[in-house]
């Protein structure tokens, strides 16, 4: 099993340009997750969906957050206009069943820097 | 006063010595979560529990739900055991994290 696979690793952006996010869960998980770890925050999350529908989004900083789960074995994280406080590293995660219940499986980070 | 409430913030110990990292929360949960953070920035969940205890390898996590506590040990250390190590407690409506214990065992 390769895991949750998110892409890009790293991505460096101006201010205000677009950023879209990847995320490949684990096949057969049907819950996804994703989270921002900054230095002053920490771990928090911004969205998850179960059987590819967005459950709680309350997590979402603003309107320029979005997330999507086309299929289920796909989703990004957008944020549009990019600002430099957006700058911090975004995890994908996956689990069997509902979050709290089951065990995490985190992907690798995507380290987003935004100048 | 943070829901979840890791201590200590930092732990230095030396090679070979019992670790305990403790992890406090206020909220009510349906099971608890003990991450690690590797220096590279990876997570790796390692245990997941809702009562009593579970072990795996030289770590072992236990939970006490009526007192609202966990702790993480881990035996016999490593310096490859040096990461950051983040309690998290999870109910069916959310999730939150403690704010990490950083390990550093030295050889």
């Known amino acids: 099993d390769a895991g949750v696979i998110q892409s890009p690793r790293h991505e460096v952006t101006e201010m205000g340009q677009e950023v879209t996010l990847r995320c490949k869960p684990i096949?057969?998980?049907?819950?996804l997750f994703w989270y921002r770890q900054t230095m002053m925050r920490g771990l928090e999350l911004l969205i998850y969906?179960?059987?590819?529908?967005?459950?709680?989004d309350s997590g979402m900083p603003e309107d320029r957050f979005s997330a999507k789960m086309p299929n289920a074995s796909f989703s990004t994280l957008k944020i549009q206009p990019s600002e430099p406080r957006d700058s911090a590293v975004y995890f994908c995660?996956?689990?069997?069943?509902?979050?709290?219940?089951?065990?995490?499986?985190f992907g690798n980070g995507t380290r987003l820097t935004v100048t | 006063k943070n829901e979840v409430e890791q201590s200590p913030q930092n732990l230095t110990a030396q090679e070979g010595e019992f670790i305990t990292i403790n992890c406090s929360y206020s909220?009510?949960?349906?099971?608890l979560h003990w991450l690690q953070q590797h220096p590279g920035g990876g997570i790796v969940s390692l245990f997941m529990?809702?009562?009593g205890k579970k072990k795996h390898g030289r770590l072992i996590a236990t939970i006490n739900i009526q007192e609202k506590h966990s702790s993480l040990h881990i035996t016999a250390s490593h310096p490859r055991d040096s990461a950051v190590y983040i309690c998290?407690?999870?109910?069916?409506?959310?999730?939150?994290f403690g704010a990490g214990t950083r390990l550093t065992v030295k050889p």
């Open positions: 995660a996956s689990s069997l069943g509902l979050r709290g219940n089951s065990p995490l499986h």
């Open positions: 096949s057969g998980h049907n819950s």
């Open positions: 969906f179960n059987n590819n529908v967005p459950i709680d």
């Open positions: 909220v009510g949960i349906s099971a």
């Open positions: 529990l809702s009562s």
């Open positions: 998290a407690v999870g109910n069916n409506n959310d999730m939150r």
